[in-house]
């Protein structure tokens, strides 16, 4: 085999193993899917939105849980959003560069990485006895918001540095104050990179159940919560309570509450693409 | 940077000026110094501006003709590692004192860049922009001014017809002449142009420079080119810069057919460069 015969094989047989890695991922994808919806979609209707949790599996629905989950998911975005986006803007913008943004950058990107319990143990800490908020909507919504805070802070430093500079000097040598130039050019530019971002990562809070099994959401709950400072409970948590009792009725529970919850996802997931496109689409 | 009614009269008797109202302003250079970092990149610099005159800095690649260019609107205030020695006067302020207002400076000091860059909005807002954010609100005015500004810069009638639509299917002349007309509409009394045609086609270049030509009428204008040609046709003065010096400054006509330096004979004449 020559040099170029050889090299043709190494390309070939790197294409066929990446071919591979990505149909192990879809296969699996579809196989489980599969299974949660044979399992599954007999048991969704509308009394099982409905219905609040019981002893009885045909009788049980989610709820109590899926209000819980809206509730955390609408919360967690009021507080995250301002946070987050003013936190990406500053460390992008104003902060100087030094040795302290320096290790605040490396810091953030670490966060992003820690487990989801380590939170839960803080949230527990700080929210739940310190600020004396108890188990509440509250607290889980600021557990979560830490939890997914790095990520909407790098999201939106990466869409920002993705705004020509040109723009802003355009911007500049109008006369735009530094506000100006964020408000009208630099916002509106990024703004489909950090709704993006916003989007996945509360996609990605409406599925944690660790952190929020720590700061203390029960499994059952008896009525939807009505104000923050009311006891909760989620999906992801009513879904493993279910799967852990051994009438079989409660795992076909489980695996309908589970397709729900991937709607939910999904659904959150196709806004943000809806989003992107649109903006890449406006803005070139 | 006001003149006041008086003044003009002044200068109409004593420099006898046109008979147009004189609104550009003059430049004074005082052995400015710049440095990013530790490498100086301007090297005491000296130099006076005359109102309504067009000035080309010409010289080699890196010799810091965008370096000393930007320091007339301050837009080196951003980089960080930029550091500035020296007195910049205009109309006999110095625009480095501390209390300065630079988004004032820059309504006064309009500049055009390189690459045509247009924000990603409709044409009319983008000529808007700089009134905008004076937190002008008077819709008839600024509908004024957005068509005088794209009158003036040669523009009007290829888009008085959809204003609407975004700048960024303009074609790339049509966007730098965008990109100047948003600069007249704040009304500044300087204009730098750091290569405006470098990324144009040879008739939108020489639109261009036929507006240059117009527009010297009223404002005081400084233009970065690599183009000897261009330096030649549009420009009353010429700078020569080489590593960070001044080598040279006149009228562009001695400065082409009878350079002091043997260094500018050589640049002008492509032997280096
Ligand atoms: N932001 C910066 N940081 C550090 N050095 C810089 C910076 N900008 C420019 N320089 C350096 O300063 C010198 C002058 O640069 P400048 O851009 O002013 O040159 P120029 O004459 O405009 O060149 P060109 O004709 O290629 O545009 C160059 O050596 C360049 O490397
Ligand atoms: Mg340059």
Redesign the interface.
């Known amino acids: 085999m020559n040099s170029i015969q050889k090299n043709r094989f190494k390309d070939r047989l790197f294409m066929y193993w990446g071919m591979f890695a990505t149909l192990i991922g879809l296969v699996l994808l579809v196989v489980f899917i599969g299974d949660i919806l044979i399992d599954g979609l007999g048991r969704i209707d509308w009394s099982f939105i409905t219905n609040l949790p019981s002893r009885k599996p045909d009788k049980s629905g989610i709820y109590t849980a899926l209000i819980g989950s809206i509730w955390i998911l609408i919360l967690t975005a009021f507080i995250v959003i301002p946070v987050g986006v003013a936190a990406g803007l500053y460390l992008e913008e104003y902060s100087?560069?030094n040795w302290l943004s320096g290790v605040l950058e490396i810091n953030i990107s670490n966060l992003a990485g820690v487990p989801s319990i380590i939170y839960g143990l803080l949230g527990l800490e700080v929210f739940v006895r310190i600020m004396n908020l108890g188990a509440s909507v509250l607290a889980g919504s600021l557990t979560l918001s830490l939890l997914i805070l790095p990520i909407i802070i790098v999201a939106t430093r990466e869409a920002i540095k993705a705004v020509?500079k040109?723009?802003q000097?355009?911007?500049?040598?109008?006369?735009?104050?530094k506000w100006?130039t964020i408000w009208?050019?630099i916002l509106p530019?990024a703004g489909g990179g950090i709704l993006t971002g916003v989007i996945l990562a509360l996609s990605r809070a409406v599925g944690e159940t660790a952190p929020l099994i720590v700061v203390g959401a029960l499994a059952y709950v008896p009525f939807a919560p009505e104000n923050p400072m009311d006891e909760f409970s989620v999906l992801p948590i009513q879904i493993f309570n279910w799967i852990s009792r051994p009438q079989h009725g409660f795992i076909e529970n489980a695996a309908a509450a589970i397709i729900i919850l991937l709607l939910i996802t999904f659904i959150m997931n196709g806004i943000a693409v809806y989003f992107r496109n649109k903006w890449q689409k406006?803005?070139? | 940077m006001e003149i006041t009614m008086e003044k003009i009269a002044d200068k109409k008797t004593v420099v006898h000026q046109t008979n147009e109202v004189n609104q550009a302003s003059k430049i004074e250079v005082k052995d400015v110094n710049v440095w990013y970092g530790d490498f100086q990149a301007i090297k005491g610099i000296n130099m006076n501006i005359k109102p309504n005159t067009v000035t080309a800095f010409i010289g080699p690649s890196g010799c810091g003709k965008s370096t000393f260019l930007r320091l007339f609107n301050r837009m080196n205030d951003y980089i960080d590692t930029h550091r500035m020695e020296g007195k910049i006067k205009i109309n006999g302020n110095n625009i480095y004192k501390k209390k300065v207002n630079v988004e004032e400076l820059r309504k006064e000091i309009g500049m055009v860049f390189q690459k045509p860059n247009p924000f990603p909005k409709s044409i009319f807002e983008n000529v808007a922009y700089g009134l905008k954010i004076q937190g002008i609100k008077d819709k008839k005015f600024i509908i004024e001014r957005v068509e005088k500004a794209l009158k003036q810069a040669d523009l009007w009638e290829e888009v008085k017809d959809n204003l609407k639509k975004s700048a960024l299917a303009l074609s790339g002349g049509q966007q730098q002449r965008l990109c100047i007309a948003r600069t007249l509409a704040v009304e500044p009394s300087i204009i730098l142009m750091d290569e405006p045609t470098s990324a144009l086609d040879p008739i939108s270049t020489s639109k261009i420079e036929n507006l240059i030509f117009e527009l010297k009428k009223k404002y005081t204008i400084i233009i970065v080119t690599h183009n000897m040609q261009q330096a030649s046709r549009i420009s009353d003065y010429t700078a020569f810069f080489y590593i960070g010096e001044l080598i040279e400054f006149g009228k562009t006509k001695k400065i082409f057919t009878n350079p002091e330096h043997k260094r500018t004979e050589n640049y002008i004449t492509g032997r280096v460069g």
């Open positions: 100087k560069k020509p040109s723009i000097d355009a911007s500049y040598a109008l006369g735009a104050s100006h009208y050019q530019a406006k803005w070139k």
